[in-house]
């Protein structure tokens, strides 16, 4: 199935549940390391060596078989069940289920609790992932609606298919499907970091607290742009213009069709719809607003190509995780000449 989840898997989540169901554990508030680590990854994984079956020939000229070690090569597995999690390169460092939970102890800082709120295996534990919670939400000022909680992943895959990794993120992990999600999100917001596969802990601790620190300035920078366009108002007049200019007319309005025609006016009025809607209640009338609105058109309202409806799913899946920063690119340079800010 989609989840990946199997019997040998374990997953847990905080306070609202899965759509699958699969979780051993809700928490009703955030566990403990040690809770979450035995809800969830209570194995870990050792290396063993990699054997290849060689003919022989005796000296009666007996045919038979040997096993010899593959240099290159190494096993990683399951300390509990014995299960072959994948082969790798005899230079691959394994990072431990037991170093996963360290680096998220330090990510949150001495003797600050650690909000780990979801994690699990999936594949039957070639993969896995944490997903904290981190202790300061953050708000764009002046839009008492708007608080957003984010998170900072760590995923790995035991079997050797993706390096450990750290994302800052949105997507809330609880099944293969949402893991890819998260992938595909923190390679379009330029918020992932691959860890190098050394041995000490502290380097990964030390790479995983620079690339953080990294993230939070990005995240400084956009409520920065975010609380200059908050404070800038937009008359109706001047959205109409916007909207008229982000969904144009082709330049030779004479030669195009009416189908054409009535294509732009529908995605026109379907922006409109947005900047009417509860979603702008806080931020309605503002150049923070023709933004937010823009990024809601582009991900749920405008229309989709496809034979059928999973084609068209699917390209509003691409549209909204892998397209949107092209929308918001260009939607900030055209409020910004408009308004000049």
Known sequence: MSHNITNSDNVFTVRVPSWHGLEQNCFDDYPTLAEARQASLPWDVVTEPVYRMVPTISETGELGTSYEVVPEAQAVVRDDNGTTLGVVGAGFEPVTNRE??????????????????????????????????????????GDKGGEVIPYFALQNAHDGSGAFRGQALMTRIICDNTSQMADIEAKKRGTEFAFRHTKTISERIDQAKTALSMWKQNVDNWNEMADVLLGVPVADEVREDYIERFIPLPVTDSLITDRVRNNVLRER?????????????????????????????????????GVNERDRMENRFSRAYLEQSNFTSQSVKMIREMLKV
């Open 100 to 141: 996963i939970f360290e680096i998220a102890e330090a990510l949150q800082g001495k003797g600050a609790e650690v909000k780990l709120e979801t994690g699990g295996s999936l594949k039957g534990g070639r993969k896995v992932w944490l997903l904290l919670r981190l202790n300061e939400p953050l708000t764009y000022k």
């Open 269 to 305: 009025g379907s922006m409109r719809t947005i900047f009417d809607s509860p979603t702008q209640t806080n931020i309605r009338n503002t150049a923070y607003g023709l933004l937010q609105g823009t990024i809601e058109w582009a991900q749920h309202y405008r229309a989709t190509k």
